[in-house]
């Protein structure tokens, strides 16, 4: 059975389990509605540059994941914005079972009813089952994430869906492609040279698909782009 597995880098942050916004991924929310959460926590003498970080668990993430699974010598990494491109991937690479490691399961968030609607990225996973693209799905809960597999039960009944640790990850032949996504409305952008640390740390070949540099200098940012975060971010 071969596998495709896929990281949201969400499923390193340490604030996840207290985060509960749903957002469009659009530029606004990737970039204007951090500056627009900084300035209003800034107003409360609250700095969340220095609370909202990753988790030490990021250190031992790629080696205890080679450990306990085989990579092909050429494995390639993908790069994208948002997990919604894991859909594509999967399809693409006519893999068997997906390996979901993120703070959000990503099956859909109204039962069976979440795939009357079009692919997006809270319902990709589910709609591959439901489509019957893949065979099986396997999450990988964040250690910070507020969900909870209980609260997917209608659909766990349909599907064949397995919730892991990192620890329980196996793949029964050796990976050939990790698909890596951001998530900028959800990781935090001055996060970000830790997220390019991170994909450096795999090892492996990597080509970037979408993702755009952000520049994070709240300090720099004039008074009059200020008032236009806070008002549209």
Not at 184 to 198: E, M, R, T, V, Y
Not at 201 to 222: C, L, Q, T, V
């Amino acid at each position: 059975m071969s596998s495709l597995i896929t990281i949201d880098w969400d499923y390193f942050m340490n604030y996840m389990n207290h985060w509960n916004g749903s957002y469009i991924e659009n530029d606004n929310n990737i970039n204007k509605h951090w500056y627009k959460k900084y300035y209003e926590e800034k107003r409360r003498g609250i700095d969340i540059t220095k609370s909202m970080n990753i988790g030490d668990e990021v250190d031992n993430f790629w080696p205890i994941l080679k450990k306990n699974v085989d990579f092909k010598k050429d494995t390639k990494v993908l790069l994208t914005e948002s997990h919604l491109a894991a859909y594509k991937i999967a399809i693409d690479n006519k893999v068997d079972s997906v390996i979901s490691f993120d703070s959000h399961s990503d099956l859909g968030y109204q039962g069976l009813d979440s795939f009357k609607f079009e692919v997006n990225c809270a319902d990709w996973l589910g709609k591959l089952l439901y489509e019957g693209k893949i065979k099986e799905a396997n999450i990988v809960y964040g250690p910070y994430t507020n969900e909870h597999s209980d609260q997917f039960k209608e659909i766990n009944e349909a599907y064949n869906i397995n919730y892991l640790s990192l620890e329980e990850v196996k793949c029964e032949e050796p990976c050939k492609i990790i698909h890596i996504c951001r998530s900028g409305c959800w990781s935090a952008p001055w996060l970000d040279n830790k997220f390019k640390a991170f994909v450096f740390e795999s090892g492996f070949e990597f080509k970037n698909i979408d993702i755009k540099e952000r520049h994070w200098n709240p300090a720099s940012i004039s008074l009059a782009d200020q008032i236009d975060y806070m008002l549209y971010g």
